[in-house]
């Protein structure tokens, strides 16, 4: 079974720096797809940010970026310049790839607290 | 439009209450999903409808009932629920089909349910 840790129940950051937050996973699949999702208070989930295991390339949205190690199963999320609207829990999944004609499960991690102080 | 609408918003009901929880969906997506979340918690997998049938039940207690009258709605039926039962339930939509494509889930607001 594919599980995600994400080990920091709770960061923060200045307004105007940047944050790392950090998740690991665990798979036996080759193929598979890793999201960061946002929920702010208002509880609406939100994707972020997605990367295909397949490409070495790091994605990256805008001001956020995440590290892609995928020999150590690590998937961090950069946000570059923080801003008090990035003050939110972020969740990281996983979901197996390859064709999925009943629906996508989505394994998530416990999440982050982001607190970003002005 | 890339919108999930869930009603209501915020329902209280009693144990011997029963009540449903609606979610639309506009996007053209063939699966949707319930989800339970607990404050400070990921979201709980409970159902999956693909394609209007059920494709996936995470051993989910029968005193939650999901409906998935056609590909637009998708409703949570409840009767006799617990005070546990309290919590935000997250509807959310997705594509299905044949290609790689990420199929990402967009998610709705949710309904915070309190059960007394």
């Known amino acids: 079974a594919q599980t995600v840790t994400q080990s920091q129940p709770e960061m923060s950051v200045q307004e105007a720096e940047t944050v790392t937050l950090s998740c690991t996973y665990d798979?036996?699949?080759?193929?598979?797809?890793l999201f960061w999702y946002k929920q702010p208070p208002s509880r609406q989930m939100i994707l972020v940010i997605r990367q295909e295991a397949y490409k070495q390339q790091n994605a990256t949205e805008n001001r956020f970026s995440v590290n892609f190690q995928k020999a150590a199963k690590s998937f961090s999320l950069k946000i570059s310049d923080s801003q008090l609207g990035d003050a939110a829990m972020y969740f990281c999944?996983?979901?197996?790839?390859?064709?999925?004609?009943?629906?996508?499960?989505?394994?998530f991690g416990e999440g982050t607290q982001l607190t970003v102080n002005p | 439009d890339t919108e999930v609408t869930q009603t209501p918003k915020h329902l209280v009901m009693g144990m011997t209450n029963k009540k449903s929880l609606k979610c639309e969906q506009h996007m053209g997506h063939r699966a949707m999903y319930w989800y339970k979340q607990k404050a400070k918690k990921p979201p709980e997998l409970m159902f999956v409808?693909?394609?209007?049938?059920?494709?996936i039940n995470e051993s989910v207690p029968s005193r939650f009932s999901p409906e998935c009258p056609n590909s637009s709605l998708l409703n949570l039926h409840l009767h006799a629920l617990q005070p546990e039962d309290s919590a935000l339930y997250l509807c959310?939509?997705?594509?299905?089909?044949?290609?790689?494509?990420?199929?990402?889930?967009?998610f709705g607001p949710g309904t915070r349910l309190t059960v007394t």
């Open positions: 999944a996983y979901r197996r790839g390859g064709v999925r004609t009943s629906g996508s499960r989505l394994t």
């Open positions: 409808y693909s394609y209007e049938k059920l494709s």
């Open positions: 959310a939509s997705s594509q299905v089909g044949r290609t790689r494509e990420f199929y990402e889930q967009y």
């Open positions: 798979t036996s699949e080759s193929d598979y797809y």
